[in-house]
């Protein structure tokens, strides 16, 4: 049974950071591509990062929104079958519902327009 499970959400000061977690059983982060998106309370939920299969070349490698260029960071531990986003200097206007996802073709890529797996969110608050 595919599963993704995002953790590591929470209230932080403007200026910290955050390490969210999604932890992932039925498949392997190595073998599928892993999409960062969130949503905010009256917006649409949007792509922030990805980072491409491992078995897929470099040529896709990872993707950052421009709105998060510089400051977060994604990445995977194929062993803990987990990918993470490091998230630094937080700014009030990051505050959402942070959602990992997956396309679950094997070697897929940032380049893919569909992702068909979804955990349930974790929330970021950022607020003094």
């Known amino acids: 049974q595919v599963q993704l499970v995002e953790s590591g959400g929470g209230l932080v000061q403007p200026g910290g950071s955050l390490r969210l977690s999604c932890a992932v059983s039925g498949f392997s982060v190595n073998y599928h591509v892993i999409g960062w998106f969130r949503q905010a309370p009256g917006k649409e939920r949007a792509e922030i990062s990805c980072?491409?299969?491992?078995?897929?070349?470099?040529?896709?490698?990872?993707f950052y929104a421009d709105s998060v260029k510089g400051r977060f960071t994604v990445s995977r531990d194929n062993f803990k079958n987990t990918a993470y986003l490091q998230m630094n200097s937080l700014k009030p206007e990051d505050t959402a519902v942070y959602y990992c996802?997956?396309?679950?073709?094997?070697?897929?890529?940032?380049?893919?327009?569909?992702?068909?797996?979804w955990g349930q969110g974790t929330q970021v608050t950022v607020s003094s």
């Open positions: 996802a997956t396309n679950l073709m094997y070697g897929s890529t940032c380049s893919e327009p569909d992702f068909d797996s």
């Open positions: 980072i491409s299969s491992g078995v897929s070349g470099s040529d896709n490698g990872t």
